[in-house]
């Protein structure tokens, strides 16, 4: 008699049974249902950030009509209900037939095709925040409700969908003679958010204060229900706003009563005709630092903003650095700027750079970092000779920000001889030649340390690394969670011991970020669960412990590749999920065969591969931690609620969240 199918854990057949594999078992999703059923491929995830980033797609929209000149006045509003409005007064979304779909309206297609839109076609828009032409048909997937209301030649039209699906066909409501523009009215779905998830009025309010500062010409109008104002907010239930001045309007509200190095903000904007994309720029000097750092740039490409940074920033470092270089020359200080460094020149600067181009390549469809090449000498090219002009301009302003940098450097300089010490002492005291493999490099200068996991990935990250600049510290197994442990448990585990002394810094109130022996501490771990667990806990330490070093932006994840894509004599790596379907739409020829394996782990990779993808400078992507200082309450809950005693409080979270898990990957 044949044996029965045996089944595992999961009730799963075991490879060998004698169950069949055949066409019934292929899935074809269709429409939006990809994005609901994998939300996290489209904005990163169902968490907070994700639900506010719906709010992002829907007024990047507007704002890239107000930026081709086509709309002067933004509207928001936020209802009891949770249901968020966005209209602009602007050309209005086509309501004709499309060419492609006879049987449906543009409106329709844009808000159920994934890319589709009016930024593909050379003419439609100048420069726009939309890349891929996912984002309001993803708003609209992910919503329970959604509204669309068009103000065009003179009529009015409208349209509702229900979770991405129209509820009924378009509309026509009649003549309107004062009114144009789109009006998007949407509520995020709470199968997929959770039923707690609701837009939080202070964050909507400052995105959308933001946007305005980007935007001179554009008037943005607030709106929200009194009653979903918490007592610790302090916004108003209504404003307006317009900022003639932009960046520079934005930057002294940022500064407030601090005291600056020089007596006036360095401001200015580019014409469009400066590599052909156009730039605008704010930036000051502080002695008092900053909320979230000593110093910090804020960026932003076609009013998207760019939170990993990018080219654009390298642009304006550039500038900023060769501009006062040049201007010690012509002051005959050369020599004692010969030592100074682009982290010197910008120390306590708070600046904010705004660029605008075509075809922006972001990385991720979040846009969290702009990677175009020709932005850094686009912004470089436009900041300079102002720049230059502005020393010139202001003796007195010029010598003191270069005393300043100079000063920075020196310090930098006796910091580091002091630090090649503490290196010396810290690595006789270690004297474990099998666990900490040290860089060579006898200052601290462009070095960093990869914390890994597991002998088998420090192995070939050791054969992978820089001897001269890169350290690594396997650590054995999962660290302690520190959030529910106590400090004489903290203080006696051995990991956590390693681990200090390998930075040559203490913790708590001991910690002193100019102790830190590396310029980098990077987690590495491998992609997977126990992988993005081993992750959290180190970031709860550092967290916790050693807040200073992510506050100075020195804590960094790697981002190894999950997978190795062969096609042919041409190979990729795919971070995840969602960046190995972008590389199948734009790399690889849909008509041959594409060989796509999945890592286990970094020590299955080969020391080359390990190099190449994930620790060389040129190549490789790094995930710089960082803490959103207006959401430092959110941020306190969530590490209490996942890391802390509270089993009751994670049950309870898990209950909400497992739905969203993705079940391919468990």
Not at 321 to 326: D, E, M, S, V, Y
Not at 429 to 450: M, N, W
Not at 565 to 571: A, D, E, P
Request: glycine residues 8%; contains cysteine; hydrophobic residues 35%.
């Amino acid at each position: 008699m044949p044996s029965k199918n045996k089944k595992d854990l999961f009730g799963n057949a075991k490879i060998g049974d004698n169950s069949e594999y055949s066409a019934k078992d292929i899935q074809v999703l269709e429409g939006l249902e990809p994005v609901r059923l994998r939300p996290g491929m489209y904005i990163g995830g169902t968490d907070d950030r994700a639900l506010h980033h719906l709010f992002a797609e829907v007024i990047d929209n507007s704002m890239d009509e107000a930026v081709a000149g086509h709309a002067t006045r933004i509207s928001i509003e936020l209802d009891a209900q949770g249901f968020l409005s966005v209209s602009d007064n602007g050309r209005g979304i086509p309501v004709d037939s499309h060419p492609k779909y006879p049987e449906k309206s543009a409106l329709e297609v844009i808000f159920t095709e994934l890319h589709s839109g009016g930024k593909f076609k050379e003419g439609a828009y100048e420069t726009s925040g939309g890349l891929h032409g996912v984002g309001i048909s993803v708003v609209n997937a992910l919503s329970d409700h959604l509204e669309v209301e068009v103000a065009k030649d003179k009529k009015l039209y409208k349209m509702d969908f229900k979770r991405g699906k129209p509820t009924g066909g378009l509309v026509n409501l009649g003549v309107i003679n004062n009114r144009r523009g789109t009006k998007v009215r949407f509520h995020p779905d709470p199968d997929i958010f959770g039923v707690k998830a609701k837009f939080k009025a202070t964050r909507i309010f400052r995105m959308a204060r933001a946007k305005a500062y980007l935007q001179p010409g554009v008037e943005i109008r607030w709106k929200c229900d009194p009653t979903i104002i918490q007592e610790v907010d302090t916004i108003p239930a209504e404003a307006v706003f317009h900022f003639p001045a932009g960046l520079s309007d934005f930057l002294l509200e940022i500064l407030g009563k601090k005291s600056t190095i020089t007596s006036e903000i360095f401001s200015g904007r580019s014409n469009q005709s400066v590599g052909h994309g156009r730039v605008e720029w704010a930036i000051s000097w502080s002695p008092e630092g900053f909320d979230e750092a000593d110093s910090f740039v804020r960026s932003y490409c076609n009013t998207v903003p760019t939170a990993g940074g990018g080219t654009h920033e390298a642009g304006l470092r550039a500038a900023i650095t060769k501009g006062l270089r040049a201007y010690a020359e012509i002051a005959g200080m050369g020599k004692k700027v010969a030592h100074v460094t682009p982290d010197d020149v910008m120390f306590g600067a708070g600046a904010l750079v705004s660029c605008f181009i075509k075809n922006p390549e972001f990385q991720g469809q979040t846009k969290d970092r702009l990677s175009n090449t020709e932005a850094t000498r686009m912004v470089e090219n436009a900041v300079r000779d102002p720049f230059d002009h502005w020393l010139a301009s202001s003796p007195k302003d010029a010598s003191k920000l270069l005393e300043w940098a100079i000063e920075r450097a020196d310090e930098r300089v006796k910091r580091r001889k002091a630090r090649d010490v503490r290196r010396k002492t810290a690595t006789k005291k270690l004297r474990l030649p099998g666990k900490l493999a040290d860089c060579s490099r006898k200052g601290s200068e462009d070095t960093e340390i990869f914390i890994v996991e597991g002998d088998s990935a420090g192995g070939s990250a050791k054969q992978a690394r820089s001897r001269e600049t890169q350290a690594i510290l396997p650590l054995k197994g999962k660290i302690l969670n520190v959030e529910s442990a106590t400090i004489s448990k903290i203080q006696a585990n051995n990991e956590i011991n390693d681990l200090c002394t390998a930075l040559g810094v203490g913790i708590g109130k001991k910690f002193e970020l100019d102790d830190l022996r590396y310029e980098r501490v990077i987690i590495m771990t491998d992609a997977d669960v126990d992988g993005a667990h081993i992750a959290a806990l180190l970031i709860t330490f550092f967290y916790r412990y050693t807040p200073g070093l992510i506050n100075a932006g020195r804590l960094y994840m790697a981002m190894p590749p999950l997978y190795k894509m062969v096609q042919k004599s041409r190979t990729e790596y795919a971070i995840d999920d969602a960046h190995r379907e972008e590389l199948m739409k734009t790399i690889f020829n849909s008509n041959a065969k594409v060989d796509i394996s999945r890592f286990k782990g970094l020590g299955e990779m080969n020391p080359a591969q390990l190099k190449s993808t994930t620790m060389s400078h040129k190549s490789r992507q790094l995930a710089r931690i960082t803490v959103d200082r207006e959401e430092i309450m959110t941020t306190e809950s969530l590490v209490e609620t996942l890391m802390g005693k509270r089993a009751d409080l994670r049950f309870e979270f898990i209950q909400e969240h497992a739905k969203f898990l993705d079940k391919a990957n468990t």
